[in-house]
Structure formats: structure tokens, C-alpha cells
């Protein structure tokens, strides 16, 4: 084998533990990401279960979510499946233990926040990737938000504790 032979092999072989590297590094973040989620879930169940003071089960420490689709709004998003969803026209109403954690209303005009709540107070916040001004009242924030690609407004009144989720995972169809 000549040196340039030699050279190139050597070369190509770094070059492959590099790719490996990469992706290697690449999928852990992924896999970080996921835990942190699934953590981030766990500790809001654990909350909500203390706000009702209810004693936990042994079956009852993880809530299970599961993805619903309300094609009224065109979206869908993860709720826990023991959550109760009441639908009427188009607002959403979606109730844990008797308690509102999230609602939404659609229509085609632009939907104003102060239609909804009286305080004028706005507040920046991160929502599907764009900065969004919400109103915070009591443990719930408040805020319009416009369908990426359809010409559909809505409101959502979420609970602080839910939000992340929500801005984590909502779809729109």
C-alpha cells in the first residue's frame, strides 16, 4: 500500500468517528428532551393531585395522556385521560377533579382579550415558537393566538401549570 493509501484510510476512518460522535450527541439531546417532558408532566400531575388533596393510589400515580382532536377549532393536543371535555359550539371547556385547566374558543374575526378578562395587564411570552403578549389572572393566562396557515382566531384561558405543555404540543390541522 502506498502512503497516500494509507493517508486516506486513516483519514476516512476519523472522519466516521466524527459522524458517529455527532449523531451519537445529536440523539442523546433528543432523548434528554423526552425525559425532561415526561418529568415536567409527572410533576404537574403531582400538583394538581395535591390541590385536590385527594390521597394517591398505588394506581393512580401516573396520569396517562392521551391525544384528543377537535376538528370544530382544528387542532388536537395531549390531555389526561380522566379529563372531562365539554364541547359546545365552539368553545372547549376541558375540566380535571371538577377544576377548568383549559378552555378555547374559535371564530373567524379577531378575537380581543378584553372580551374575556378585564385586567389590561400583558405579559410576553413564548407560544409554538412565537412571542405572544398573555394576561395573567390568577393561575390562569389568558391570550388570543391566530391559526398558522387558516384564517381562524382563537382564545385559550389555560392553567399556568398546564401552559408549557400545551405551547409544547398543540397541532393545528
Known sequence: MSKKNIFSSIFLIILSWIVIFLAGVRYGRQVEEIDQYYMFMQKIQKNLLQEKEAPL???????VFTIKKFDACGFDLPLPEKSEVVLENKTIDVKLFQRLIFRAE????????????????LEKVIFLGREIEVVREKSYLHFTF??????????????????PIISRSLKFF
Open 146 to 163: 391566530k391559526h398558522p396557515e387558516k384564517d381562524i382566531w382563537y382564545y385559550f384561558s389555560v392553567e399556568q401549570d398546564i401552559f
Open 57 to 63: 393510589k398505588e394506581n393512580q400515580d401516573i396520569m
Open 106 to 121: 374559535c371564530g373567524e374575526k379577531k378575537l380581543n382579550l378584553s372580551e374575556f378578562v378585564e385586567s389590561k395587564k
